[in-house]
């Protein structure tokens, strides 16, 4: 069998592979290699001591040492890829596997001085979706510092007056961009950093990424999804709740009441081996029976028309997912359960809650109570 | 000739020439196109209508619209590739300009139906890195909040009491971390966010990403170094400071003095047309006169071992950057100065401001006073 490298060139700030292979974060790329179970870096002056004491690696190298050692055998200035091919000779590797979003410039770079690079469909780590208890320890800890932040959101909510339809606090108007603050706060002081935390009510709420803005209104759904990520661990949580304070229309509790069933399906049906892709339908399908159409209207999509889950850990988003897709689960997985319904005459309702996929069925990581009306 | 197009499959929350193209942020990857000047977008069922309302795109289509109709044609699924080729088909565009780190998997699908991807160098969109007015304003903007943080970690460090040699607060041992929850519960407050910020004193700060932890002590440096992005423009700021409570060595007020001094080299020289390698060769000679030398001491790296300075926009670190490599700087670049000098027998110092470049000479954005003793 000839032998395989993997290959990753990337900053590990902004890729989580890279920081799961070597729990190093870097704001600038570098080279990750690993042959045979042994992982080596090539870092730059800036971080190669750095690397030598924070990382996982086995061995790091320094690149202005390897360049300095082949311009003296080379009488030439390598470029970087000119250094990987250069170590990756000594060690009579050609062929490379690589993650499906390797950059082109150096793919072709490589592949032009007879590298063979296959790209890995996601995931490039298997082991990366299926977490050990440390890592289901930390994305734990982030969700209970996301439900404190949701719950400290709600105490302002509840304890807002109303006054011709609008929510005031203080005698001035209370906005999504106050819920906000006070969710950012919160979480920063609780080490966890978040960023386009929706707080969207009323039509605002009917686009399911929309962060919301302005004042909110009374008797109206305010859609709340809070997705920090641990400074620290770097291990996300995602949370979502929907609120009214005041009262809810009929239909809107109807469709509160809906979400809290399509969840309870998904609770009941995620196990070990199940198809994402079963679960999700079966939720479409009860929507259906409920009288909760998904399609086009009025030019807006309108039902329920995202997936119903998906893995976090070192992302907020990545494999596996629950959705059309036909991904099977595995136990260790922890996943999303997030359905929602969106409706322009009634706003947006949606429900997340997080669950650890396990060989029986699954654990369900929140805390957080559901309550429609504050 | 032939017709070409501009190609990004990417997260414009992870990838700034899509969002610089789009002005549009969402989680996951998404399609952009551009030909002859016109911005297309394919986009999922969930993020259609948001980017209709919020992108600076021309059109928006809906790739489920598009896979159904393709559907309906071909008699199978298609996949994302499948549509685009579809869509470029019509178009009659086989040409596709692509970023440097356009995915791999992507770009082996593409050219295997026939596409020709030619991978533009960095900087992908040349008129990011020339700073139009309005985003000259978000980035001071966010650098004034940066300035308000450090003032406000430098007087929490000042009001400390000195015992034994430690730094304490309210009787406690005064720390890094807190210190960085300090600065960065006030960029917050304003609506920044920093992650990896630097509070490193003593033999942490000698290496220049050491993020520092644990107690503080008196007579030795501590760098700060804080990189915040505003949640709303996305603009960065760049901000590094060096302090001492109580009394600095001889050495390092030598050292203060020869950073002090670089900057200034760099904001002399600093003019439109000039070779960044010029400028940061220049600070490197005069570190070696003023008897700094730089090179592997004690087996770390010593000295003045990184570039003077970088681009700061959409992202912390971009194009051009002022150090080894012969970048050709141009009016309307915001750059980073920040020479800094570290040794193990006296500590760390970095200094670090923003300045805009001119047809003239550059413009320095920082307001903040350069004080090494509190």
Redesign the interface.
């Known amino acids: 069998m000839k032998k395989t490298a993997a290959l990753i060139i990337a900053a590990s700030?902004?890729d989580a592979n890279l920081y799961y292979a070597t729990r190093f974060?870097?704001?600038?790329p570098f080279v990750f290699l690993q042959m045979g179970g042994e992982k080596v870096l090539l870092m730059s002056?800036?971080?190669?001591?750095?690397a030598r004491s924070q990382s996982s690696a086995d061995r790091v190298l320094s690149t202005s040492k390897l360049a300095a050692d082949y311009r003296k055998r080379k009488k030439e200035r390598p470029s970087l890829i000119g250094l990987i091919e250069d170590f990756l000779k000594l060690k009579r590797i050609r062929n490379l596997r690589?993650p499906?979003?390797?950059?082109?410039?150096y793919?072709?770079s490589l592949r032009k001085r007879g590298f063979h690079?296959t790209?890995k469909?996601d995931p490039f780590f298997e082991k990366r979706t299926v977490k050990s208890p440390a890592e289901v320890r930390a994305l734990e800890t982030t969700l209970r510092h996301t439900e404190a932040a949701c719950r400290a959101a709600c105490e302002i909510i509840a304890r807002s007056t109303i006054r011709r339809g609008k929510l005031y606090r203080r005698g001035k108007p209370l906005t999504s961009e106050d819920i906000k603050?006070v969710i950012?706060?919160s979480l920063?002081?609780r080490g966890c950093?978040a960023?386009?935390t929706i707080v969207a009510s009323g039509i605002d709420g009917v686009?399911?990424?929309?962060e919301g803005s302005g004042p909110l209104k009374a008797n109206e759904p305010i859609v709340m999804d809070i997705f920090p990520q641990s400074?620290r661990t770097r291990y996300y949580a995602d949370l979502s709740r929907t609120v009214v304070r005041g009262k809810a229309s009929p239909k809107l509790k109807r469709m509160f009441a809906a979400v809290w069933e399509g969840q309870e399906i998904a609770f009941r049906t995620i196990r070990h081996g199940a198809d994402g892709s079963r679960i999700h339908e079966a939720i479409q399908r009860r929507f259906e029976q409920l009288g909760f159409k998904t399609g086009e209207m009025n030019g807006?999509?309108q039902g329920f028309?995202?997936g119903t889950g998906h893995g976090v850990g070192l992302e907020?988003?990545e494999p596996p997912r629950i959705s059309a897709g036909k991904d099977i689960l595995k136990a260790g997985q922890v996943v999303t359960v997030e359905p929602g319904l969106y409706y322009e005459d009634a706003g947006g309702v949606r429900l997340e809650d997080m669950v650890l996929v396990t060989r029986q069925g699954c654990r369900v990581l929140n805390r957080l109570p559901k309550i429609l009306e504050l």
């Open positions: 700030e902004r974060i870097a704001p600038d002056d800036l971080e190669v001591d750095r690589v499906s979003d390797f950059p082109i410039a793919a072709d690079l790209p469909p603050k950012h706060l920063m002081e950093v960023q386009h686009d399911p990424h929309n400074i807006r999509m028309f995202h907020i988003h």
